[in-house]
C-alpha cells in the first residue's frame, strides 16, 4: 500500500518569501513609494502571518495609498500568485517519491486562492490531493486537515509532514502521529512545543530523508 507524505505550501514546497518580495517591488513601482517601500512591505507582511485586510490597511497608513483595503485585496489575490515558481529540483524530488509509491498531499493555510500558486508553477499535477483550509473548514495544527488529506490520498494517516512552521505543521503532524521534517530557512529550532525528526533546507532533502 501506498504511504503518506504531506507538504505545507509556501516557504515550504514553494518560495513566498521571494515571490512575496517580486510582487511588493510590483507594487511600490506600480505607487511610486520608493526604492525602500519593498523592505517596508515586507515587515508589515510578517511572513504572510497578517490576514491581508490588516496587512493592507497597515500599508494605506504608511504610505499616500488612497485605494481601499477591499479593493487592494481583491487586486493582491489576483496579482500575487503570479510571481511564484518552483525550483526543478523540488519537481525532481517529487517525481521521485511518486515513484516509491508515496501519496503526496498538499496541507495549507488559507484561502482558496492557495490553488493558484499550484496552477501558475504547474506545481499541482505534481500531487495527489490539495487541502486548503478554507475549503476544508479546518487549518494546521487542528487534526481535521490532516485526517481530510489523507482521504483524499486514499491512504491511512500515517507517513510524514513536512513545514516551516513549528506549530501549524510540526506540532499538527505530531498530533496525528505523523513524522515531521522542519524546513528551517536558515532558523534555529527555537519552539517549545514537539520536535521534528528531522530539519532540512530543501524538498531535496526532506525527500531523501523519507525515502531512506
Known amino acids: 500500500m501506498a ?3 504531506l507538504f505545507d505550501l509556501d516557504n ?3 518560495d513566498r ?10 507594487f511600490a513601482d506600480e505607487h511610486s513609494l520608493g526604492d525602500a517601500a519593498p523592505a517596508t512591505l515586507e515587515v508589515l507582511d510578517m511572513d504572510g502571518l497578517r490576514p491581508r485586510a490588516e496587512f493592507f490597511g497597515s500599508v494605506r497608513r504608511a504610505f499616500p495609498i488612497t485605494t ?6 481583491s487586486r493582491y489575490f489576483v496579482d500575487y500568485p503570479r510571481h511564484f515558481s518552483v525550483a526543478d529540483e523540488t519537481i525532481d524530488a517529487l517525481r521521485r517519491l511518486r515513484a516509491g509509491d508515496w501519496k503526496i498531499g498538499v496541507v495549507t493555510n488559507g484561502q482558496p486562492t492557495q490553488r493558484l500558486k499550484l496552477d501558475v508553477t504547474g506545481l499541482g499535477a505534481e500531487v495527489d490531493a490539495v487541502c486548503v483550509s478554507a475549503e476544508i473548514g479546518s487549518e494546521k495544527p487542528d487534526k481535521a486537515i490532516f485526517e481530510e488529506a489523507a482521504r483524499r490520498c486514499d491512504v491511512p494517516l500515517s507517513g510524514w509532514m513536512v513545514g516551516d ?8 503532524g505530531h498530533g496525528c502521529g505523523l513524522k515531521t521534517i522542519w524546513m528551517s530557512r536558515g532558523r534555529n529550532w527555537s519552539s517549545s512545543g514537539p520536535t521534528p ?3 532540512v533546507a530543501s524538498i531535496r532533502e526532506a525527500v531523501a530523508v523519507i525515502l531512506n
Open 165 to 172: 512552521s513549528a506549530g501549524a505543521d510540526i506540532a499538527g
Open 3 to 5: 504511504t503518506l507524505a
Open 68 to 73: 481601499p483595503v477591499d479593493d487592494l485585496v
Open 197 to 199: 525528526d528531522a530539519t
Open 12 to 14: 515550504t514546497l514553494l
Open 17 to 26: 518569501q521571494a515571490a512575496f518580495l517580486a510582487w511588493a517591488t510590483e
